[in-house]
T-cell receptor, first 111, second 114 residues
Framework: KQEVTQIPAALSVPEGENLVLNCSFT??????LQWFRQDPGKGLTSLLL?????REQTSGRLNASLDKSSGRSTLYIAASQPGDSATYLC??????????FGAGTILRVKS | SAVISQKPSRDICQRGTSLTIQCQVD?????MFWYRQQPGQSLTLIAT?????????ESGFVIDKFPISRPNLTFSTLTVSNMSPEDSSIYLC???????????FGSGTQLSVL
């Protein structure tokens, strides 16, 4: 059974800092891994999707890496802004087609 | 990308009643999923709903409590039956064109049961 751990659970930083959010998963037999953000009381917004054959994906100030063999993914946020404040979730997708979510990292960027 | 409309966005219900949540997608999709997010928790998959077949439920979820319909490739409903306060959660539908593509989520239904 896939288990996903996200570290840190919460993070509070001043505006402009570069951030690293970590995700580890126990079953490396995955199709891909997706990072999402969730704003309070809202649904999920997809940020990045990394296929199992890829090492990195970039979108604007976001960069996600994947080391499938070691069961790790990292989301890097450059030059953080107050609008980045949200909960960030990682979710590997297994061959059963299901996303399994971590508990998330709650990010607060202070202006 | 897929645009998902989920209704209602929120509701307050009495114990013992049922609520049906609708999920409408702007394009035909094979796979549709229903998730629950309990207060302060992450998302848990309830069931997978594919058109033309019975929904597949995850461990801990049963059809009598969470009946699902999938009449076509753009629409699904989830019913939360005989509700109790423990059912207070956000319920989200999700769609994925294929295994290798992104999953997209609706904006969720915030359910409170009194």
């Amino acid at each position: 059974k896939q288990e996903v751990t996200q570290i840190p659970a919460a993070l509070s930083v001043p505006e402009g800092e570069n951030l690293v959010l970590n995700c580890s998963f126990t079953d490396s037999a995955i199709y891909n891994l997706q990072w999402f953000r969730q704003d309070p009381g809202k649904g999920l917004t997809s940020l990045l999707l990394i296929q199992s054959s890829q090492r990195e994906q970039t979108s604007g100030r976001l960069n996600a890496s994947l080391d499938k063999s070691s069961g790790r993914s990292t989301l890097y946020i450059a030059a953080s802004q107050p609008g980045d404040s949200a909960t960030y979730l990682c979710a590997p997708r297994g061959y059963g087609n299901k996303l399994v979510f971590g508990a998330g990292t709650i990010l607060r960027v202070k202006s | 990308s897929a645009v998902i409309s989920q209704k209602p966005s929120r509701d307050i219900c009495q114990r013992g009643t049922s609520l049906t949540i609708q999920c409408q997608v702007d394009s035909q999709v094979t796979m549709m999923f229903w998730y629950r997010q309990q207060p302060g928790q992450s998302l848990t998959l309830i069931a997978t709903a594919n058109q033309g077949s019975e929904a597949t439920y995850e461990s801990g979820f049963v059809i009598d409590k969470f009946p699902i319909s999938r009449p076509n490739l753009t629409f699904s409903t989830l019913t939360v039956s005989n509700m109790s306060p423990e059912d207070s959660s956000i319920y989200l539908c999700s769609v994925g064109p294929s295994q290798k593509e992104k999953l997209f989520f609706g904006s969720g239904t915030q359910l409170s049961v009194l």
